[in-house]
């Protein structure tokens, strides 16, 4: 008995995600046979939404601790200059490299196309309201000086700013200011402060984990009163999948031809011994969703089968661990494009730039934690007008996809650690 109880409290998160994905399936096409669509609306389809304000609950401290915790971490770079710069500007420029495929691929893919169009009248009627008003401020913008979106990252009010989910840019240019200047003042005088921050970090992470432990039971009622709003139509589901095959391919992308290029022009390793040594990391990765459970991992295998110095890989894996998301980022530019193309929105080039910016920016906020990304996702589709409500569309089918994001990003931290030892010189 006792052996029963340990197994069933050690069924990993992912495990339980994906059951109250399959059982939400299930009940919701049970509820639409039986005609029980009052009765999902009324007591199921509530914690749904409990689910989503929880993650909207948390977003903002989330997003301010941990950036500040991530400059902060950047002080190494005093000691190690070079590394430090380099392993910033790759870090950067693999993932706009990364946002750009995403949106590349979800623009020629256009997953957004095989949802219904009666749905799709539908789901734009159930967001009418925050669609126009969004249409509304872009057409003022069209109005404005182009450097306005700069002026707009600047809060006059932090306290505005913090108590606002749309205002996630100024949180974050506070976040980045406030660690900067934690950095100027000098480490032995903030030792206090950056304490403060950590531990404040430590109880944020646990808030997040007793949010994702309640997650299974809102992904079940996320999915049931989906079958049950769109009376379990194939047109649905159909457009999820192509969505998870764009997701899937744009990643499929970074891995398979970016890294690689990466590894042949930069660094001596071969590929066979890096995918051979990081092989057990992904394993890990993809069963955690969890960059940051995985980084021990990460390490050993860095330095013991791909000879990475201990002073490259002690900076900077433990850095990526923060600051580079390459699939948490591809994600998020799919995923935005995706449910813009699901309620009629038609972007334009510079939102599309828009994007690029913001989930390159948001990634630096992005905790290696399972269900983190999905919390800087509300940052990119606010930035250009996508209702978050319509995270509920995609999120009953996020954490496979979760699993593989985690795989590029650990994937991306350990050939960043490889082309930076082997240029150090």
Not at 46 to 74: E, Q, T
Not at 250 to 260: C, E, F, M, T, W
Request: hydrophobic share 55%; charged share 15%.
């Amino acid at each position: 008995m006792n052996k029963e109880q340990s197994h069933r409290k050690h069924i990993p998160l992912y495990a339980k995600i994906l059951l109250g994905m399959g059982l939400g399936l299930g009940f919701g096409f049970l509820a639409m046979a039986l005609h029980w669509d009052g009765f999902v609306h009324d007591w199921v389809a509530p914690f749904g939404a409990i689910f989503m304000r929880l993650l909207k609950l948390i977003a903002v401290p989330l997003v301010l601790v941990s950036l500040i915790l991530g400059v902060v971490s950047l002080k190494d770079i005093r000691n190690l200059s070079r590394i430090g710069l380099k392993t910033i500007l790759i870090y950067v420029c693999t993932t706009i490299l990364a946002v750009s495929i995403g949106l590349v691929m979800v623009n020629m893919m256009k997953p957004g196309r095989f949802f219904p169009k009666d749905k799709q009248t539908e789901f734009v009627e159930r967001y009418q309201q925050t669609v126009t008003e969004r249409q509304t401020q872009m057409q003022q913008v069209q109005d404005e000086s182009p450097l306005q979106f700069v002026v707009d990252m600047v809060p006059e009010n932090l306290f505005q700013a913090v108590g606002n989910n749309s205002k996630m840019l100024q949180v974050i240019f506070f976040a980045l200011l406030f660690g900067v200047a934690l950095i100027g003042v000098g480490q032995s005088k903030t030792v206090s402060v950056v304490r403060f921050f950590q531990q404040l970090d430590l109880v944020l992470l646990k808030i997040i984990d007793f949010i994702m432990s309640f997650a299974p039971i809102g992904v079940f009622a996320l999915m049931a009163a989906l079958i049950v709003d769109y009376a379990g139509d194939m047109g649905i589901i159909s457009a999820l999948g192509m969505y998870a095959l764009t997701v899937v391919l744009a990643l499929a992308v970074i891995i398979v031809l970016v890294y690689p290029t990466l590894l042949r022009i930069f660094s001596k390793k071969k590929l066979g011994q890096f995918f051979k040594a990081v092989f057990p990391v992904q394993m890990l990765a993809f069963s955690t969703s969890s960059s940051a459970a995985t980084l021990p991992l990460t390490m050993e295998r860095t330095q013991k089968h791909l000879g990475v110095s201990e002073e490259v890989s002690n900076f900077v894996l433990p850095v990526g661990v923060t600051i580079n998301m390459d699939g948490t980022s591809c994600y998020q530019a799919v995923a935005a494009v995706f449910l813009a193309q699901v309620i009629g929105l038609d972007l334009t080039f510079s939102q599309m730039l828009l994007i690029l910016a913001t989930a390159t920016i948001s990634s630096i906020g992005t905790p290696g934690i399972p269900g983190g990304s999905i919390v800087m996702l509300m940052i990119v589709l606010d930035s250009v007008g996508i209702p978050i409500e319509g995270l509920a569309l995609i999120l009953g089918i996020d954490r496979p996809l979760d699993m593989l994001r985690t795989v590029v990003n650990v994937t991306g931290d350990t050939t960043v650690a490889c082309v930076v030892d082997d240029t150090k010189k």
